[in-house]
């Protein structure tokens, strides 16, 4: 039988991804040591980019279903040094019950999952972060309940985390607003199959209207540091602050992948204030990554 991978939200149905999130949720509320359904098991977990959330939360995880995970770093192995990628998935797959890769090109982990044998996941990528949406939608479910029909507005580069909002509003059928700068705005080949459900906005009041939720990222982002000053200036009127918050709705709740950068992107008495839900966001990774690991590995 061939695995099912999870390298995009469009991986998984819509049905599929709102019972991954029920079940992260029941994971969450429901702790039990004794339950181990990956007892046994392990993840490979190839990292090309620097993590926190992303290592903590699948190393996390799998020792908590009772398996095991190994850190595989170019650096230290084969991956580095210009084997194939082909046949770094036939060899690794071959040892282990499932690959999550945290790496710079989307084909990466494309490749990895036409060859592998068992799941591959999409740990973050250059194109798409799915496994922070997972995290971010069942952020929502717990404190405001199914975001279908919402609105969401998001502020900023249109990045990876773009890409997966809008995939995510296909998925979820929610309204997805977004303001970022013309020359940075998000794929046309994301946004085309999207097209009934995005919208965009010249300035993040506008697209912030009516919001139920509203989401940014740092404006330079990991191999992008050396854009980090022009970026400062194209971005400076793209900030979430408290104007942009009070065109939201009352009940409207703000979110961030993480790392945040206080006085850019957002402003500190929004990245901590009472709207804010960044750190239940950042834990809810290991839960939601709990429940993708169980759909995969014990289908």
């Given amino acids: 039988m061939q695995p099912r991978h999870f390298t995009s939200l469009l991986d998984l149905s819509s049905s599929e991804l709102r019972k991954l999130i029920h079940r992260a949720i029941e994971l969450k ?3 039990n040591a004794d339950f181990q359904p990956l007892k046994g098991k392990v993840l490979a977990m190839v990292f090309e980019k620097s993590s926190t959330r992303t290592r ?3 190393e996390a995880g799998m020792v908590q279903f009772g398996g095991s995970a190994i850190f595989l770093s170019p650096r230290d192995t084969q991956l ?3 084997e194939p990628l082909e046949d770094s998935a ?3 797959s071959s040892m282990v019950d499932c690959i999550m890769l945290r790496t710079h090109e989307h084909e990466t982990v494309t490749t990895f999952s036409r060859y592998s044998r068992v799941p591959v996941i999409n740990g973050l990528t250059d194109l798409l972060h799915p496994c922070q949406l997972l995290a971010d ?3 929502y479910f717990e404190l405001r309940g199914d975001i279908a029909g919402k609105t969401v507005a998001w502020i900023g580069d249109g990045n990876n985390m773009c890409h997966s909002y809008i995939n995510a509003a296909r998925q979820f059928d929610f309204k997805l607003n977004i303001a970022c700068p013309f020359d940075y705005r998000p794929l046309q ?3 085309d199959p999207a097209s009934n459900r995005v919208a965009f906005f010249n300035t993040p009041e506008l697209a912030a209207k009516n919001a139920d939720l509203i989401v940014t990222d740092v404006w330079a982002s990991m191999g992008q540091e050396e854009e980090q000053k022009k ?5 400076k009127d793209f900030q979430v602050n408290s104007t942009v918050m009070q065109a939201a709705n009352p009940d409207a709740l703000f979110m961030h992948c993480l790392p945040a950068h206080r006085g850019e992107e957002v402003t500190a008495d929004v990245m901590d204030g009472p709207q804010s839900v960044v750190f239940t966001e950042a834990e809810n990774r290991l839960h939601a990554q709990k429940a993708l690991l169980e759909f ?3 289908q």
Avoid: P
């Avoid at 970026?231 to 971005?235: G, H």
């Fill in 137 to 139: 939608m069942q952020t």
């Fill in 90 to 92: 036939k060899v690794i």
């Fill in 29 to 31: 509320t429901h702790r």
């Fill in 56 to 58: 903590i939360s699948f």
């Fill in 189 to 191: 080949s994301i946004v």
């Fill in 296 to 298: 995969l590995i014990c």
């Fill in 80 to 82: 580095g040094r210009g």
């Fill in 231 to 235: 970026r400062e200036c194209v971005f």
